[in-house]
């Protein structure tokens, strides 16, 4: 490739004056379950801010509605039933994703319809232990005390519920994959909640487990840990193809953490969005300095981008990485 690709989490959605337009006339769960209206903003920023590639729009709770979990959105998701007992644990089913959330796959065909092979495009979905701490915190926290809490009082129900989360989320994404995503990227979005002990125990083996699963499907595997640089020894063995990380440390450090067995994906900070260009084509260029040509390099922020983001400084930020990378070649 002449130039390093770049992509944006939450590109979907978020900042484009399209999206907002839809925004207005649909609730954030309506977009999600009606695949036209899905491919559509999935589709509106290849044109808009030329990334090279399309992420699927929807939730990493998206599959748990089919556990028979209560999921509603006001506007950060809520869950009337959070899971908190063995018994809510047993309660909860394994879906089948063409039972369950046939609207995604459905998305992904129309999506693909529409994108006439110009870009790939990636599904994901939430990490065990990501979607464990909404299940059951009930909704979102910045701490997750309630799940945290019930690692150490109950972890045989804990290890349960990561458990089937793990095939859930395995069934997931293989029908998203059948259904003809190119990648996918497991989202570990509280990794910084973890210690490496916690980590080991908690994370790690349900995201290999995952992984194992999906490397005979042949497409390209990311795990994004966010707030994870003090666990990249133990994320660099969890089988994935590519490590997504956040802006907490130079890039180059990163992988070098990380090893040479995976490529690394990142990991400009979002708010440097909210910059002056000049700016943002400085941080660019030190980020493509720091990775110095070293192949396997996917650019994207270090986190999703903030609605508040001005979308023509997203747009500079994605021709700023074509434009200096190419130079490079």
Sequence with gaps: MKRTPVWIMRQAGRTLPEYRVVRKKHDFLTICRTPE?????????????????????????TPVEGMGIDLEFSPG???????RTREDVDSLRIPRPEESTPYVLDAIRLINEKLEG??????????PFTVSAYLVEGGSSTSYP??????????????????????????YLRAQIEAGVEAVQLFESWASLMGP?????????YVKRI???????????????GGGATLFRQVAGCGADLISVDWRQPIGEAWRSLGDNVGIQGNLDPF??????????????TILNDIDGRPGH??????GIFPATPWENAAHFVECVHRLSENRK
């Excluded at 209206?37 to 044109?47: G, K, R």
């Excluded at 090279?52 to 709770?61: G, H, P, Q, S, V």
């Excluded at 440097?272 to 260029?285: D, H, Q």
């Design 37 to 61: 209206l899905a491919a559509t903003v999935t589709v509106q920023p290849i044109d808009a801010l030329d990334v090279d590639a399309a992420i699927l729009f929807a939730d990493i709770l």
């Design 77 to 83: 998701p809520v869950i009337s039933n959070p899971v």
């Design 197 to 205: 002990d916690e980590y080991d125990r908690f994370a790690l083996p």
């Design 272 to 285: 440097a969005l909210f910059g002056p260009k000049e700016e943002i084509e400085s941080r660019v260029a």
């Design 118 to 127: 110009r870009v790939p495009l990636i599904g994901f979905a939430g990490s």
């Design 298 to 303: 996917v650019f994207n922020l270090g986190h």
């Design 146 to 171: 309630t799940w945290r809490a019930l690692m150490y009082r109950e972890p045989k129900t804990a290890e349960l519920l990561l458990t089937k989360l793990a095939e859930t989320t395995t069934r």
């Design 211 to 225: 992984f194992a699963e999906l490397r005979t499907t042949g497409v390209p595997l990311i795990y994004y840990a």
